[in-house]
């Protein structure tokens, strides 16, 4: 499974931004599909997951603030953000689950600043 990530950039505190990550390889053997952030100096956290089958999952920090979505026949998950601040700035990832292993994407930067 390969993952290729979109949509980060510079944005205001108080923005929004919307980010695209597409697909490719073996997409049968998805279970679900996420994002994670890692900010300079910190842990990788998981954002949000949507699996297959089942609720869609978001971190504590989220706070209603981001929606994940798929289009499946784009083979891509999206991930909605708004009332960014600065502490979500980070490098974001796409993430795969299979029942064998997880897949990352290179990471899409998000700086949230004025």
């Known amino acids: 499974v390969q993952l290729q990530a979109s949509g980060g950039g510079l944005v205001q505190p108080g923005g929004s931004l919307r980010l695209s990550c597409v697909a490719s390889g073996d997409i049968s053997s998805i279970n679900g599909l996420g994002w994670y952030r890692q900010a300079p100096g910190k842990q990788r956290r998981m954002v949000a997951h949507m699996p297959n089958r089942g609720d869609k999952i978001y971190g504590d920090f989220v706070r209603g603030r981001f929606t994940i979505s798929r289009d499946n026949a784009k083979n891509t998950v999206y991930l909605e953000m708004s009332s960014l601040g600065p502490e979500d700035s980070a490098v974001y990832f796409c993430?795969?689950?299979?029942?064998?292993?997880?897949?990352w994407g290179l990471g899409t930067l998000v700086t949230v600043s004025s």
């Open positions: 993430n795969a689950l299979t029942y064998v292993r997880a897949f």
